[in-house]
């Protein structure tokens, strides 16, 4: 069974940093892609950042490009979200997900893992 764990939220104060992990494991991840996507209360999923297994290939939103960093350690079987200049907006419940055979972005996903609560004060 895949499993998707995502860890590493919190509370940070605006302009900080956070780092957030996902460790999947029953999952090739050599021709599929990893994301991530947030939700905020009252507002609908929002795609983040994904990264490409075989080749590494990122593709990230307008709205956190520049600020966030998706990267993975494949030894570890993690998939990592470097978020830098943290806002406000940026309050959040977090996933990853997984897509098998990716075909390019969006990233369409068939596997999630439990969301993270990041909060961001000002």
């Known amino acids: 069974e895949v499993q998707l764990q995502a860890s590493g939220g919190g509370l940070v104060q605006a302009g900080g940093s956070l780092t957030l992990s996902c460790t999947f494991s029953?999952?090739?991840?050599?021709?599929?892609?990893i994301g991530w996507f947030r939700q905020a209360p009252g507002k609908e999923r929002e795609g983040l950042a994904c990264i490409y297994g075989v080749v590494g290939s990122t593709y990230y939103s307008d709205s956190v490009k520049g600020r966030f960093t998706i990267s993975s350690d494949n030894a570890k079987n993690t998939v990592y979200l470097q978020m830098n200049n943290l806002k406000p907006e940026d309050t959040a419940v977090y996933y990853c997900?997984?897509?098998?055979?990716?075909?390019?972005?969006?990233?369409?996903?068939?596997?999630w893992g439990q969301g993270t609560q990041v909060t961001v004060s000002s």
């Open positions: 997900a997984a897509e098998e055979d990716f075909g390019g972005p969006p990233l369409v996903p068939g596997y």
């Open positions: 029953e999952f090739t991840f050599d021709n599929a892609a």
